[in-house]
Each structure stands twice: as structure tokens, then as C-alpha cells.
């Protein structure tokens, strides 16, 4: 059993490290287990197709992620009772997991936020596979953002959450364009700056929308 499971931990890390070099479509079966230097069949044994292997992929650290913002998310609300969750504290609840683990998890880490990037602006995967994985999360946060703002319109704080979700994107893309832009000033591998400045920054755009806007008769 542990041989196993140590075959199919190998092959994942493989094909994560290349689908987020290479993205799905330009990684095949074989190259994956090229990288993790088992036999071809081994993968089809474990997993099936590569559909499956991405699946797995994504779940494993999925799971960890959910449960440790969820986890957060519970902890802010339980100090807040009988109030709803400060706002400041339910976005850091729904963001410092993912800073910390790409900060401070490792390669690992890295390459999976590296995909996530990739599918959430990819138009065929990224719908399929946001909502599979992280959309039940995300509604659970949303309800504790309605309830500490119950004044809110809900079309905009869905509309705030698609803003902090590009935010999350472009942080993890690795593109160094913050860092070109600055002169240096500022460095895309700070995660520590990154959270510093935008659990303030997300919040005051959720707070932007708290009460609902006048409307003309």
C-alpha cells in the first residue's frame, strides 16, 4: 500500500509541475510519467486519463485549502458573536491561506497556484473547474460578507468577489509586471506585501458597496 500511494503522490507532483509550466493541453500522459520516472501504465492504473489525473491534481490541494479558510472563516465568526464577522477579518480569512501556502509551502504550492491562474481566465476550463472546486467556499464567504453588510445590493458583492478573485489571479501569475512596472520597488514574489496591502484595499471595495445606492424614482 505504500508503494502505491508513493507512486501516485510522484505522479501527481509531476504532472503538477508541468501542467503549470505547460498548461493541460500541452502536457500528454507520457511526459508525465517521464517526470515522475514510473512506467506509463502506472498512471492509467491510478488515475485513468488525464482528465483524471488533473482532477486529482486539483482536489488534493483543494482540500487543504478549503478546509483551512473555511476553518478561519468560523474562527472569526465564533470571536464575533452575537455580531456578524468584521468584514477585514472574513477577507483575510478568505485569502491568507492561499498567500501563506504559495509564500511559504514550497514548490508544490507554487506550480498549483501557477494552474489555478492559468483555468481561472481559461474560457473552457476555468468555469468548469472554479465552480467544481471553490465555488461552495465562496458562497459560504459571500453569505458572511451579506451578513456583516445586510444592507448590500447581492449583484454587487458577487460583483466584489469577481474583482478580488482577479486580484488573486494576477497575483499568482507570476508575470513580474508589478516588479517591472516599480523599477524593482516592488517585487511579485512579496506575498507578505501582497497580503499586507490587499485585505485592506479588497475590503475597502466590498465597503464601498454597503449601503444600497439611491434610486431614482
Known amino acids: 500500500m505504500t508503494n502505491k500511494k508513493n507512486t501516485k503522490d510522484l505522479i501527481l507532483d509531476a504532472a503538477e509541475k508541468l501542467f503549470a509550466v505547460r498548461g493541460f493541453y500541452g502536457v500528454s500522459i507520457r511526459q508525465i510519467t ?10 492509467s492504473y491510478h488515475f485513468g486519463k488525464k482528465n483524471d489525473i488533473f482532477d486529482a491534481v486539483m482536489l488534493r490541494r483543494a482540500e487543504i485549502l478549503n478546509r483551512e479558510r473555511i476553518q478561519m472563516l468560523d474562527d472569526c465568526i465564533r470571536r464575533a458573536q452575537p455580531n456578524p464577522a468584521p468584514l477585514h477579518e472574513i477577507i483575510d480569512a478568505f485569502t491568507h491561506a492561499l498567500l501563506n501556502r504559495s509564500n511559504k509551502g514550497g514548490t508544490g504550492w507554487k506550480s498549483y497556484f501557477a ?13 468548469v473547474i472554479m465552480t467544481q472546486y471553490f465555488d461552495p467556499l465562496a458562497k459560504k464567504f459571500l453569505d458572511a460578507i451579506h451578513a456583516t453588510m ?5 449583484e454587487d458583492l458577487f460583483w466584489c468577489y469577481h474583482f478580488l478573485s482577479g486580484a488573486l489571479t494576477l497575483t ?10 516599480s523599477d524593482g520597488l516592488c517585487q511579485s514574489s512579496n ?10 484595499f479588497i475590503t475597502a471595495g466590498f465597503e464601498a458597496f454597503k449601503q444600497q445606492p439611491n434610486k431614482t424614482p
Open 172 to 181: 499568482f501569475s507570476g508575470t513580474e509586471r508589478i516588479s517591472n512596472l
Open 115 to 127: 494552474i489555478i491562474a492559468q483555468i481561472n481566465n481559461h474560457p473552457e476550463l476555468g468555469g
Open 34 to 43: 517521464a517526470e515522475a520516472d514510473v512506467d506509463p501504465a502506472l498512471a
Open 150 to 154: 445586510p444592507a448590500a445590493e447581492k
Open 191 to 200: 506575498l507578505d506585501a501582497v497580503h499586507e496591502r490587499l485585505v485592506p
